[in-house]
């Protein structure tokens, strides 16, 4: 049973599109993030929520909105897709230190 | 200068070696330190994680933590083609909401 999922697993759109990925967690953590892994492997945090409750918001352009309908479940829409926003996207959560991660969505602009 | 500095290799030895990944950091308030394993196209895995200073071994990986010279390691023993990977090394200020700061990744092939 998968502790972390994402979906979709692969996302290939036009710019100016609007897109989301949703994610669960089943291990009952409190804290749920969203990283982004560029090119190069380069894993940077965009958000933290914990309990539904948005706690950490990085550099990231406002055409990124988060929402956690509750503590299991954290999504990103992303609005107005541009080439630069290509990237693998990471849910992760935690519950004392170390995170989990999933298995990544895959997105491509073109 | 970057929070975490990880030699992005790649590395690459013979199997059975032994392996030695790192990571130096700046910020000295970081206390929670772990180390991920990933595969190509698969998202990191928890491999080590270790609090404050010292060593933490789990079968042939052994994380060691020196907070006075701000370097952490990774020591895989009898390395296996199966360890081939992309090595994260990661640290937080604090425990559950903090942020993960992530090295640059390692990348390790082990040859048969």
């Known amino acids: 049973d998968t502790a972390v999922s994402q979906t979709p697993k692969y996302l290939v759109t036009q710019m100016g599109n609007d897109k989301s990925i949703k994610c669960e967690q089943n291990?009952?953590?409190?804290?749920m993030y969203w990283y982004k892994q560029d090119s190069k492997k380069f894993l940077k945090i965009m958000f933290s929520?914990?309990?539904?409750?948005?706690?950490i918001n990085e550099t990231v352009p406002n055409r990124f909105s988060p929402k956690s309908p509750d503590k299991a479940h954290l999504n990103l829409h992303i609005n107005s897709l541009e080439l630069g926003d290509s990237a693998v996207y990471f849910c992760?959560?935690?519950?004392?230190?170390?995170?989990?991660f999933g298995q990544g969505t895959r997105l491509t602009v073109v | 200068q970057k929070e975490v500095e990880q030699d992005p290799g790649p590395l690459s030895v013979p199997e059975g070696a032994i392996v030695s990944l790192n990571c130096t950091y700046s910020?000295?308030?970081?206390?929670?330190f772990m180390w991920y394993r990933q595969y190509s196209r698969k998202g990191p895995e928890l491999l080590m994680y270790?609090?404050?200073?010292g060593n933490k071994e789990d079968g042939r990986f052994t994380a060691q933590v020196d907070k006075s010279s701000k370097y952490i390691s990774l020591f895989i023993r009898d390395s296996q083609p199966s360890d081939s990977a992309t090595y994260l090394c990661?640290?937080?200020?604090?425990?559950?909401?903090?942020?993960?700061?992530f090295g640059q990744g390692t990348t390790l092939q082990v040859k048969p």
């Open positions: 291990l009952g953590h409190d804290t």
């Open positions: 992760a959560s935690s519950q004392g230190g170390e995170a989990f």
């Open positions: 270790t609090y404050s200073s």
């Open positions: 910020n000295s308030a970081f206390q929670y």
């Open positions: 990661a640290m937080s200020l604090r425990s559950n909401t903090g942020k993960l700061i």
């Open positions: 929520y914990n309990n539904k409750e948005l706690i």
